[in-house]
């Protein structure tokens, strides 16, 4: 019994005899053999011996030159093909297939909502980059649209691969937008808890603490003990035209301290795992940069738990889920086709699948 991926291959073979001989009949010297084989097909017809011989002789010439010119198509058609398979399809079915694989796990939970994807050709002031993970990059089609490869692809696909760019810039778009109503929202909520804790017993008995440690070390505060009270004490303190919940918003979402990586909390804000966001803005306020200790997790879960209704309910988030599953699936599918392509090339021009 034949094995199916040899099967797969004959077909696809089988399927490429007729639209190679029918391209020979575009070819001049292709028209003058099939010319010849008809003539020659016509004299052999013919009872008299000598136009018989002759008939021979120009069915024989045309045939050759038929086998010859189709021999040579099918080199330059396996040279074209591993040449596209190396230089062209290969490459972007690496990109794609990264790229799928790592929304397939948001899908799954296992990962944060990518914050950025780098497509050539759209370059923000300064690229967001998300601590410890490399931005994924939609480089090759971009790239290759835009000269002769572009040959390469039929506009079928050209379509399809044009729609998989679009929906990876909006959706970059997407995100820039729930970033900004996610600082809004936690703005709010930031400044309720900066108030609640700053009216608290715990918090002013610390204050008359430090007043009298400080009155006792006569005002050299370099030796007063640090404590996370001292973030309250700034935000209440900082000038009303620059407020300390829109500056811890943005800190804790956009642009973290550690050469400007950006946290993943709106990441998993996204996924709704408000854990692992909380776990996000810590590691900000854990960063060896900070002069204060990292306010108690607690504190921090009541501030995500607050804004979390605001947030679920958004539209931003909304079209951010929406175009995350669209974008998935374009991808998944011109990932597919390529994979086809490049399993045909190997069937057809490489011997078949390798054999571990």
């Not at 804790?252 to 795992?273: D, F, I, K, Q, S």
Request: charged share 20%; proline share 7%; with cysteine.
């Amino acid at each position: 019994m034949v094995p199916i991926p040899q099967q797969k291959s004959r077909r696809n073979l089988l399927k490429q005899i007729p639209r190679r001989w029918l391209s020979l009949a575009h070819d001049r010297l292709g028209i003058f053999a099939f010319a010849l084989v008809i003539l020659g097909l016509i004299f052999l017809l013919i009872p008299a011996g000598a136009w018989q011989g002759v008939g021979g002789i120009v069915f024989g010439t045309g045939l050759t030159v038929l086998i010859s010119l189709w021999s040579n198509r099918q080199q330059l058609a396996k040279d074209a093909n591993l040449r596209r398979k190396t230089e062209v399809y290969g490459p972007l079915h690496a990109e794609l297939q990264t790229l799928r694989e790592r929304l397939e796990e948001t899908r799954a939970g296992s990962q944060s909502y990518l914050q950025w994807i780098d497509v050539k050709g759209m370059e923000p002031d300064r690229v967001p980059r998300v601590l410890n993970e490399e931005p994924l990059r939609l480089y090759c089609w971009p790239e290759f649209k835009g000269d002769f490869r572009n040959l390469d692809f039929s506009e079928p696909t050209r379509q399809l691969l044009n729609k998989t760019q679009q929906l990876a810039t909006d959706y970059n778009i997407a995100v820039e937008r729930a970033l900004v109503a996610s600082e809004a929202a936690f703005a709010l909520y930031i400044k309720t808890a900066i108030t609640r804790v700053s009216q608290s017993k715990e918090f002013q008995q610390w204050e008359d603490d430090v007043s009298t440690k400080f009155r006792a070390f006569q005002g050299t505060s370099s030796q007063l003990p640090i404590d996370w009270f001292l973030r309250i004490k700034y935000a209440v303190t900082t000038p009303a035209s620059s407020p300390a919940e829109v500056a811890w918003a943005t800190w804790w979402l956009r642009a973290a301290p550690v050469e400007y990586y950006r946290p993943t909390t709106l990441g998993w804000l996204l996924v709704g795992n408000r854990d692992r966001a909380v776990h996000a803005i810590y590691s900000v306020l854990s960063s060896p940069s900070e002069s204060y200790p990292p306010p108690p997790l607690g504190w921090l879960h009541a501030i995500v738990d607050e804004a979390w209704p605001t947030l679920d309910s958004h539209p931003t988030y909304r079209g951010v889920h929406m175009l995350h599953e669209e974008l998935f699936k374009q991808v998944s599918q011109a990932e597919t086709k390529l994979v086809d392509k490049l399993r045909y090339i190997q069937d057809t021009y490489e011997g078949g699948p390798p054999p571990l």
